[in-house]
């Protein structure tokens, strides 16, 4: 049973707007979550990461959110460029990282 | 700097044919592993090794072995190939296994006909 999921397989923004990824957990010894995004053909590659004692972590355009108690966790990009269509997985580990299906981000000109 | 190196690229199998997946990192790390990414499951972790000379199974270990022949290599054979086996596979290393970014290879594409 999958204890990470991104429920949203597709999301489609235009340029410099704002994109949000979401991603539900079921596991609440989670305490560590990362979020990689990859290109078509490359391996995943880490993007951002938060641990549960706190509920945000900001890094140039992107921005992970944390809501322990509803075991919710979102990515934002803003603003959004062409260079980050792509998938963005979301993981989350006590110990080994669990993995979400992914979502494949789309940015419009 | 290359980081995580995995050899071949993609490699087509008959069933019941043998392989090995060669990976090796040059950052030192301690922690390696082997995933498998199918549509729409995201990754699924196969076989890690915490450190050198250590290694246990993953989410989905059935079909594989692995070794981890030295610090900064780690192989995932797959003794009699399978269709079902027929996936991505990715190897990704950590300084340390618990609570730390993975960085990943670019994987292999496996077809098993």
């Known amino acids: 049973d999958q204890q990470v999921k991104q429920n949203s397989p597709s999301l489609s923004v235009q340029e410099g707007r704002i994109s949000i990824l979401n991603c539900d957990y079921t596991?609440?010894?989670?305490?560590?979550f990362l979020w990689y995004k990859k290109y078509p053909a490359e391996g995943p590659t880490f993007l951002i990461s938060i641990s549960s004692i706190k509920d945000k972590n900001e890094d140039g355009r992107f921005t992970v959110f944390l809501n322990k108690s509803a075991k919710h966790l979102s990515l934002h990009i803003v603003p959004s460029q062409p260079g980050d269509s792509a998938v963005y997985f979301c993981a989350a580990s006590p110990l080994l990282l669990s993995f979400g299906a992914g979502t494949t981000v789309t940015v419009r000109a | 700097n290359a980081g995580v190196t995995q050899t071949p690229k993609f490699q087509v199998l008959k069933t019941g044919q043998s392989m090995t997946l060669q990976c090796a990192q040059d950052?030192?790390?301690?922690?390696m592993y082997w995933y498998r990414q199918d549509p729409g499951m995201g990754l699924r972790l196969i076989y890690y090794?915490?450190?050198?000379?250590?290694?246990d199974k993953g989410e989905v270990p059935n079909g594989y072995n692995v070794s981890r022949l030295n610090k900064r290599e780690f192989s995932l054979r797959l003794e009699s190939a399978a269709p079902s086996q027929t996936s991505v596979y990715f190897c990704?290393?950590?300084?340390?296994?618990?609570?730390?970014?993975?960085?990943f290879g670019d994987g292999t594409r496996l077809s098993i006909l």
């Open positions: 950052m030192n790390h301690n922690s």
């Open positions: 596991n609440s010894m989670f305490d560590y």
């Open positions: 990704a290393s950590s300084q340390y296994y618990s609570n730390q970014p993975q960085h």
């Open positions: 090794s915490a450190s050198e000379g250590t290694t």
